[in-house]
């Protein structure tokens, strides 16, 4: 099968036309698909589609331009919302840890679940990479200037991802409740 070629906005309108969806403003709908591309939005056209090919009674591209809308206001809110919990995550298992074993006690294995050792390994060498990865940030720079590379664990968790804070935590000695 060959690869399909570009094809100008306006041809992309009929398309949808020809599909059966309503197209109230001929001019919206090329400003609309100029800002979203056309495949992308074709996602959002799936639940209006039926067996052959076309759109139910009723699909107007402005019905799904909102649709698509609405979908990225959820997810930028859910963003903030998700930040705002990871932060107060980190914050609770690095105040907890760090106070219970030392600034750099998040690198002894000895710290952490015996069961976890091979994966605290893993973990560790997960945290050189990103330190490598981020050797440009001023707090990255800071700490390897200033203290050979050591970072406390309230700074170290600030380059753990979310998957990483959350295997720390499940390697740590004690799951209760954090204060």
Known sequence: MDVKQPEPLCKQVEKLKEHGCEIADFEEAL?????????????YFLPFRLNYGTYASGTSLIKVY??????????????????EIEVF???QIAYYHSNKYGSLGYMD???????AANHHAKLMEQFA?????????PFVKHHIQNYGGKFPLWVAIELFTLGNTSRFYSQMLTNAYIR
């Open 31 to 43: 400003l609309i698909l100029s800002k979203i591309n056309y495949y992308k939005l074709s996602a």
């Open 66 to 83: 909102k649709i698509y809308q609405f979908e990225r206001q959820l997810i930028s809110f859910l963003y903030g919302v998700i930040q």
């Open 89 to 91: 995550i980190k914050t």
């Open 109 to 115: 294995v000895s710290n952490m679940d015996p069961k």
């Open 129 to 137: 990479n990103e330190i490598e990865r981020n050797s440009d940030l």
